[in-house]
């Protein structure tokens, strides 16, 4: 049995506990530095068989930022990942967290490496025999600590009401919800204080609200523990509501990194597009389309009944959107014009400081 629940323990977290255990303090503990490499990934390459899975992949990845990775299925995100926490081999480039090579012939140094981070799956991987604190405590188990000392029963008591669970402390997991579930996962990837969080579609089987509920734990985690925390997901909601900065990975190669608002809003690529099933294929066919976009407050001007009147023309408004990203609400809609009235509409845009694009057919 102690052999199984190794085995899962070691599948689950790939860290190690820091003997003296000053668990319940590191908790509390802030580790932002701000602007400090974390993760980097420099040009690396991974083939499976013939397959070319990543193609000279670059990211960095700063300390206390929570990163996206994003794409359609198959694009290599979960193979990235695996990279990441030397999981898996990748051919050439190089990997570095906190600037220590990541490489799986290096058994040592990578025993180190994964020391630091935890890792949550979409199956929440929890043992059914458990219950909420033996599942939690299982890594400490795995790496020899001792689980019976009050600082390790105060720290995985603390760890069960981080994620809101002090009423299930001896549920087993079949009592739990899915979302509960995750959370007993996510207090089991943190009891050995790890600096980074990796997330493979963490919330892909849960609903909205439970996912909400989730995304919001994460950023709590990230805020107050200061742990850089990477999620792999092929959901926007999850994108919009907590990454600071995103990768979009199509096919293996990384198309466009940054801000998920200037992906997103705005996007140029039209695998982008294809991701989101943008109105692009919907328009009208005849006149202009052009697109605008608003910012933050922008949002709560009367520009284009402004544009109407000052120009004397009407305009079709084909379609609109209003998206939360974070703590801000970005905007955009697609008017359709007579060809003749583009050149005021776009200076009159421009007088008022919006951004606008003609959409291309
Ligand atoms: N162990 C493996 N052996 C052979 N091919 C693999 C292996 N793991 C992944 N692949 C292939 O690598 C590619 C990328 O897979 P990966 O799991 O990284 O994609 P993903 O972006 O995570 O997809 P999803 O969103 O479906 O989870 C796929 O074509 C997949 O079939
Ligand atoms: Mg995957």
């Not at 000279?56 to 990163?67: M, N, R, T, V």
């Not at 990230?222 to 925390?229: K, L």
């Not at 608002?261 to 705005?266: I, N």
């Not at 009147?309 to 990203?325: M, R, S």
Request: net charge neutral.
């Amino acid at each position: 049995m102690l052999w199984h629940a190794a085995v899962v323990a070691c599948h689950i977290c790939y860290v190690a506990f820091k003997c003296e255990s000053k668990a319940i303090d590191v908790v509390n503990a802030v580790r932002k530095n701000g602007g400090i490499e974390m993760i980097r990934i420099d040009s690396v390459k991974k083939t499976f068989g013939k397959t070319e899975v990543l193609k000279e992949i670059s990211i960095d990845i700063e300390d206390g930022e929570i990163f996206g990775i994003i794409g359609q299925s198959g694009a290599g995100k979960s193979t990235l990942l695996r990279c990441i926490n030397g999981l898996e081999s990748y051919d050439s480039g190089l990997i570095t967290v906190n600037k220590n090579p990541v490489h799986i012939s290096d058994k040592r140094n990578l025993r180190q490496i994964q020391k630091k981070m935890g890792m949550i799956f979409q199956g929440f991987n929890l043992l059914e025999r458990l219950d909420v604190y033996q599942n939690v405590a299982l890594p400490m188990k795995f790496w020899g600590i001792s689980t019976n000392t009050p600082e390790a029963k105060e720290k995985i008591l603390k760890l069960i009401s981080l994620v809101g669970l002090e009423e299930k402390v001896h549920a087993k997991p079949r009592e739990l919800s899915g979302g509960q579930k995750q959370r007993v996962a996510i207090a089991r990837a943190l009891v050995l204080d790890p600096e980074i969080l990796l997330c493979d579609e963490a919330t892909s089987a849960l609903d909205p609200e439970i996912t909400k509920g989730i995304l919001a734990l994460l950023q709590k985690i990230n805020r107050e523990m200061g742990i850089t925390i990477v999620v792999v997901t092929h959901q926007m909601e999850v994108v919009k509501q907590i990454c600071q900065r995103v990768a979009f990975l199509s096919q293996g190669k990384v198309l466009a990194v940054g801000k998920p608002e200037q992906l997103f809003v705005w996007p140029k690529e039209h695998e982008i597009r294809d991701f989101l099933r943008e109105e692009s294929d919907k328009l009208p066919s005849t006149g202009v389309n052009l697109k605008l976009f608003f910012f933050g407050e922008g949002n709560q001007r009367p520009i284009v009944t402004q544009m109407a009147q000052e120009l004397h023309t009407d305009f079709n408004i084909c379609w609109a959107k209003l998206e939360d990203f974070r703590e801000d609400v970005y905007g955009s809609l697609v008017l359709n014009m007579d060809e003749k009235d583009l050149e005021r509409a776009c200076a009159f845009l421009d007088s008022k400081n919006v951004t606008w694009e003609v959409i291309p057919r």
